[in-house]
C-alpha cells in the first residue's frame, strides 16, 4: 500500500499562502482510498487545500477523531463545495460540550440535521472495525494507563447536569502496510501511550512506521512526560509526527529524548510511507 499524509490544517505553518489555524485536519490519500481526517476549526482548509493542489472532489469520506469545534469547524465549509458520501465517527460526537466556567460551546461544531441536509451519511462506529482495506477506525480506546489523562478540566452536559468529560468519542485511523502500522491521531485525548497500545493489540503488529497528529501534552505533568517518553522509547517507532495540542516544550523534550525521529508537523507537509 502506498501511503501519503498532507496536514491541511495545523496551528502552524512555514509556507507561503497556507494559513496557520488553532485545529486540525489532514489528507490521507492510497492507492484507491482518499479520506480527511478532521476539518480545522474555522474553514482555512479550502484555502490549504488550493495551496497544496489537493483536490477535495472525490473524497471516500470524512473521518472525525472527536466532537471538539477545533476538528469539526471546517466540515460544513467543505460540504458546501464537495460532495462526500460519509461521515465516519464514534456515536458520542454530538454531545454538548461547554467551556468550563462559561457557557460557551466547543463540542462538534454542526449538527445531524446539517449532514442530512447535505445528503451525507452519518456513520457511527464505536468498536474496531475495517473501513477500507488495511485502514480501520479505531474505536473507543481503552484507557489502561495510570499516568495519561484527557489533559484538561473538559465537561460535558449530560441531562441538565455537567459532568467531568472523559471523550470517549476520541478515536485513532490505523493503517496497516506489511512493513507496519501508520497511526493518525486527532488529539489524543485517550492517551498516546493508549492509542499505540490498542493499535497493537487489535492489529498483532508491534511495528510503527509513524504516528501523526496531536499527542495533547500540552498540558501534562512532568510525571507524565517522563512516563511517556520512558514508554515510547520502548517502541520501535520510526517517525513520530507531532502537532496542534502537543505544545512547543513537550515537542521539545521529545525530539531531545528521541532525536530525529521526532518532527513538528505543520500546515503544508506531506509525508509518504
Not at 5 to 26: P, Q
Request: hydrophobic content about 40%.
Amino acid at each position: 500500500m502506498t501511503l501519503k499524509i498532507s496536514i491541511l490544517v495545523e496551528n502552524t505553518t512555514a509556507h507561503m499562502g497556507m494559513l496557520g489555524e488553532w485545529g486540525l485536519a489532514m489528507m490521507i490519500e492510497t492507492e484507491d482510498k482518499r479520506y480527511l481526517f478532521d476539518t480545522g476549526s474555522l474553514g482555512s482548509i479550502i484555502n490549504n487545500s488550493r495551496v497544496m493542489g489537493l483536490s477535495m472532489d472525490g473524497l471516500d469520506g470524512i473521518i472525525l477523531s472527536h466532537g471538539h469545534a477545533d476538528h469539526t469547524g471546517g466540515l460544513l465549509k467543505v460540504l458546501e463545495e464537495h460532495q462526500v458520501p460519509a461521515v465516519y465517527a464514534h456515536s458520542r460526537i454530538f454531545a454538548r460540550r461547554p467551556l468550563p466556567g462559561t457557557t460557551r460551546q466547543i463540542g462538534c461544531a454542526f449538527a445531524l440535521t446539517d449532514l442530512e441536509k447535505a445528503g451525507v451519511k452519518m456513520v457511527h462506529i464505536d468498536g474496531f472495525q475495517e473501513i477500507a482495506p488495511g485502514i480501520f477506525f479505531s474505536g473507543e480506546i481503552p484507557r489502561k494507563t495510570t499516568y495519561e489523562n484527557v489533559g484538561g478540566a473538559f465537561q460535558v452536559e449530560e441531562d441538565g447536569e455537567l459532568k467531568p468529560d472523559l471523550l470517549e468519542d476520541d478515536i485513532a485511523l490505523i493503517i496497516r502496510r506489511d512493513d507496519g502500522l501508520v497511526i493518525v491521531s486527532g488529539c489524543a485525548h485517550s492517551g498516546i501511550i493508549n492509542i499505540i497500545e490498542h493499535a497493537i493489540e487489535k492489529t498483532g503488529e508491534k511495528r510503527i512506521l509513524g504516528y501523526i497528529g496531536g499527542t495533547h501534552l500540552l498540558t501534562a505533568s512532568p510525571e507524565r512526560l517522563d512516563q511517556t517518553i520512558t514508554a515510547l522509547q520502548g517502541y520501535d517507532i520510526k517517525k513520530l509526527i507531532v502537532s496542534h495540542c502537543t505544545g512547543f516544550y513537550p515537542a521539545a523534550r521529545l525530539y531531545n529524548a528521541l532525536g530525529d525521529k521526532v518532527v513538528k508537523g505543520e500546515a503544508g507537509m506531506s509525508f509518504e510511507f
